[in-house]
């Protein structure tokens, strides 16, 4: 069964580097997204990207942040200068359509210190 | 400074039992729902949804009702077994893409 792989599992870095989590959705899907999860924390939603733009994106989601799919199988994330804060799992997900089952894949935890 | 965890209510069921986990949401223009489950160490894995033009959708052991009066859904699930153990959350969305989360209802099934 086609499923949304993420890598690295778990990414350690220090305050202020820069991080690229990857993502790699189901082949046919045409919407992807990014969440992240605070340990102990509800699910945010990040941003929404289709058709090599971004969709929506939340509060969350400052000029720190950036997506891209820069070829045809990848979906990154881009945190520019990371924060204590940014600690968290960050989720991608993708689905076929817009308001459609979405995929998750098994999360990145970043880990800022 | 130290984050401070949820404290999500938990729902004790026998198994076999069903199961009923409720969900309130405040956004009256909020047009699509869905229910994930969340086991420890996992991503979200969706459920089932429901757009605001139903009230009532069945999957395979679960149903999901709609109450657009008072902004509730809820989330049934039959015969309950062990492997139901999770953390259910609800999602809401008025556009396509940005949805909003709910806290999350913990579910221990008990032989």
């Known amino acids: 069964e086609p499923e949304v792989t993420q890598t690295p599992s778990h990414q350690v870095t220090q305050m202020g580097q820069e991080v690229i989590l990857r993502c790699v959705p189901i082949s046919n899907h045409l919407y992807f997204y990014w969440y992240r999860q605070i340990l102990g924390q509800k699910v945010e939603f990040l941003v929404s990207f289709y058709n090599n733009e971004i969709s929506e994106k939340s509060e969350i989601f400052d000029d720190q942040f950036s997506v891209e799919r820069p070829d045809g199988s990848n979906f990154t994330l881009k945190i520019r200068s990371t924060k204590l804060e940014d600690s968290a799992m960050y989720f991608c997900?993708?689905?076929?359509?817009?308001?459609?089952?979405?995929?998750f894949g098994p999360g990145t935890r970043l880990t800022v210190l | 400074g130290e984050s401070v965890g949820l404290h999500l209510p938990t729902l004790s069921v026998q198994e076999g039992d069903n199961s009923i986990i409720n969900c309130a949401y405040s956004n009256s223009a909020s047009d699509y729902f869905i229910w994930y489950k969340q086991e420890s160490g996992k991503g979200p894995q969706f459920i089932i949804d429901?757009?605001?033009?139903?009230d009532k959708r069945q999957g395979q052991r679960v149903t999901v009702l709609l109450n657009k009066t008072v902004k509730h859904l809820s989330l049934q699930i039959a015969a309950t077994q062990p492997g139901d153990s999770a953390v259910y959350f609800c999602a809401e969305t008025d556009s396509w893409g940005k949805f909003q989360f709910g806290a999350g209802t913990q579910v221990v099934v008990t032989p």
């Open positions: 429901i757009r605001s033009n139903m």
């Open positions: 997900a993708s689905s076929v359509l817009a308001l459609n089952e979405q995929f």
